[in-house]
Nanobody, 119 residues
């Protein structure tokens, strides 16, 4: 269906910034919701932010509100996550996901990109 590739991860000091990108290709459905999730070692994957391709609506987790911003460029089939004021607890593998708007679960995932925040 849809192939997703994340990029932009790396090592950054607390208080710094990173911008993650997700490039989508392949088959697409009529309408997709895109999302960013993250998973730290020994923890379950958690929601970070979502954005719709139709309507431009966005939502994010309380833990990242005011610090992270999700955006999209439909012409380029990309979704970005701008991360500012990074904290140690933001350290995780970040995954890009996609789902049809009528479906309640994500069934397309990228391979993930590592974000490490140091003191």
């Amino acid at each position: 269906q849809v192939q997703l590739v994340e990029s932009g991860g790396g090592l950054v000091q607390a208080g710094g910034s990173l911008r993650l990108s997700c490039a989508a290709s392949g088959r697409t459905f009529s309408s997709y919701v895109m999302g960013w999730f993250r998973q730290a070692p020994g923890k379950e994957r958690e929601f970070v932010a979502t954005i719709t391709w139709s309507g431009g609506s966005t939502a994010c987790a309380d833990s990242v509100k005011g610090r992270f911003t999700i955006s999209r460029d439909n012409a380029k089939n990309t979704v970005d996550l701008q991360m500012n004021s990074l904290k140690l607890e933001d350290t995780a593998i970040y995954y890009c996901g996609a789902r049809p708007s009528r479906q309640g679960w994500y069934d397309n995932w990228g391979q993930g990109t590592q974000v490490t925040v140091s003191s």
